[in-house]
């Protein structure tokens, strides 16, 4: 089992920015790769972004990219989303996931954390 517990939400500003937390606890971490979704009000869960266990990998969605950076620490056990430039369609809840290995499908990940709100205001 893993445990994963985000934080670093909040509402800010179009244009401001924001970096999300997300701390695992249980199995050893450097085993997982290690993705951020996102579920906004009325829509299905997303892909935004995902790095593979030594970080030498990683992938985003398009509406993310130059915007968003993802980023690990084993020695910490935590993965972070640095988001920049934020836009109001970019408002969601935000929740990071632990798989076996890389990718943009939530099939691909079998540990999920519980999600931190971000809001964007125009």
């Known amino acids: 089992q893993v445990q994963l517990v985000e934080s670093g939400g909040g509402l800010v500003q179009a244009g401001g920015s924001l970096r999300l937390s997300c701390a695992a606890s249980?199995?050893?971490?450097?085993?997982?790769?290690m993705g951020w979704f996102r579920q906004a009000p009325g829509k299905e869960r997303e892909f935004v972004a995902a790095i593979s266990r030594s970080g030498g990998s990683i992938v985003y969605t398009d509406s993310v990219k130059g915007r968003f950076t993802i980023s690990r620490d084993n020695a910490k056990n935590t993965v972070y989303l640095q988001m920049n430039s934020l836009k109001p369609e970019d408002t969601a809840v935000y929740s990071c996931?632990?798989?076996?290995?890389?990718?943009?499908?939530?099939?691909?990940?079998?540990?999920w954390g519980q999600g931190t709100q971000v809001t964007v205001s125009s």
């Open positions: 249980g199995r050893t971490f450097k085993n997982y790769a």
């Open positions: 996931a632990a798989g076996t290995r890389i990718g943009d499908s939530t099939r691909m990940y079998d540990y």
